[in-house]
């Protein structure tokens, strides 16, 4: 799977959008782009994914770029509940990278802070 | 609830007790995954059952034992364990091999301390 690029932590003022980017530059034609986030102590909770089209879901918005190199989760009004670590992640559908399933592999993420 | 339930949600054991983790999905995936997650690291990938068999196991030392008897259920089992192997212990579901896929969904996690 190709390795992304997020900045460590993000800052945001409850009630204003977020918007968290993410650089995969090595991304390959066949592989999504998957946003998972953490909150505190819980397991990780699925969030969006999309291929090459902008998508949008009742928690947020994935704006992928023209050349696929990057993406922007948004996240349209913050509130405190979201503050939690974001994981942009890029992978094969379905896990046909071996034939079989194959595990998501997380990285460090972003840490967006929710300030009221 | 997600679907993907744990138990217990907390352990404390000895570096010498025998105990086990438990995890169950009600969501009809035909993969399953366990995860841990050591203080202020990222999630390291153990163990992967598709269609009940392992894998993938990523290196993981003997004293952690997997099993996965059928597709909603799938153990983790632990004998002499060491104080580093203290962390959350999380347990995933997904169903694989299909044009959509809509990601993995997780369990609220096994916090274990080894004393």
């Known amino acids: 799977d190709a390795k992304t690029t997020q900045p460590p932590s993000m800052d945001c003022a409850e009630g204003r959008a977020a918007n968290l980017p993410c650089n995969h530059s090595t991304i390959s034609g066949n592989e999504y782009v998957y946003w998972y986030r953490q909150i505190h102590s819980q397991g990780p909770q699925y969030i969006i994914h999309?291929?090459?089209n902008n998508e949008t879901n009742e928690m947020a918005s994935l704006i992928i770029t023209e050349d696929r190199k990057s993406s922007t989760l948004i996240l349209p009004h913050a509130t405190l509940r979201d503050t939690a670590v974001y994981y942009c992640?890029?992978?094969?559908?379905?896990?046909?990278?071996?034939?079989?399933?194959?595990?998501?592999?997380f990285g460090k993420g972003t840490h967006l802070i929710i300030q009221p | 609830e997600t679907g993907v339930t744990q138990t217990p949600r907390h352990l404390v054991m000895g570096m010498t007790n025998k105990k086990s983790l438990k995890c169950e999905q009600h969501l009809g995936h035909n993969a399953m995954y366990w995860y841990k997650q050591s203080a202020k690291k990222p999630l390291e990938l153990m163990f992967v059952y598709s269609l009940e068999e392992r894998v993938e196991n990523n290196s993981v030392p003997s004293r952690f034992s997997p099993e996965c008897p059928n597709s909603s259920h799938l153990f983790l089992h632990l004998h002499t364990l060491q104080p580093e192997d203290s962390a959350l212990y999380l347990c995933?579901?997904?169903?694989?091999?299909?044009?959509?896929?809509?990601?993995?969904?997780f369990g609220s996690g096994t916090r274990l301390t080894v004393v």
């Open positions: 992640i890029v992978r094969v559908v379905g896990g046909y990278s071996g034939g079989g399933a194959d595990g998501l592999t």
């Open positions: 999309g291929l090459k």
């Open positions: 995933a579901s997904s169903q694989e091999r299909t044009v959509t896929n809509y990601g993995y969904t």
